[in-house]
């Protein structure tokens, strides 16, 4: 079965730096697009970063120029360095992949358990 597993998560000052990266366990055949997308409180779940597996990359417009995206397909991990935070960037961050187990198999959309991002001073 296949899990995302996420982490860097945690608490920075504006204008600091944090990485997040997120695994994709199991079997894996391929990753399609994978990305980031974040939640803060009372708000609706929103897209940060994609990434398809040709590397076209794909921002939300609050984080293009501060952020970036990249995987390593070797490790079937995503990353999201994040650099120039704001508080406006405090959220649950959550790692999604479409991954397909094998060959022969259907395309699943996979997400991971969220990690927290607080920018505070």
């Known amino acids: 079965q296949v899990q995302l597993v996420e982490s860097g998560g945690g608490l920075v000052q504006p204008g600091g730096s944090l990485t997040l990266s997120c695994a994709a366990s199991g079997s894996i055949f391929i990753i399609y697009t994978t990305g980031w997308y974040r939640q803060a409180p009372g708000k609706q779940r929103e897209l940060v970063a994609t990434i398809t597996n040709g590397g076209t990359r794909n921002y939300a417009d609050s984080v293009k120029g501060r952020f970036t995206i990249s995987r390593d397909n070797a490790k079937n991990t995503v990353y999201l360095q994040m650099n120039s935070l704001k508080p406006e960037d405090t959220a649950v961050y959550y790692c999604?992949?479409?991954?397909?187990?094998?060959?022969?198999?259907?395309?699943?959309?996979?997400w991971g358990q969220g990690t927290q991002v607080t920018v505070s001073s």
């Open positions: 999604n992949a479409r991954i397909q187990y094998t060959v022969m198999s259907t395309i699943g959309d996979y």
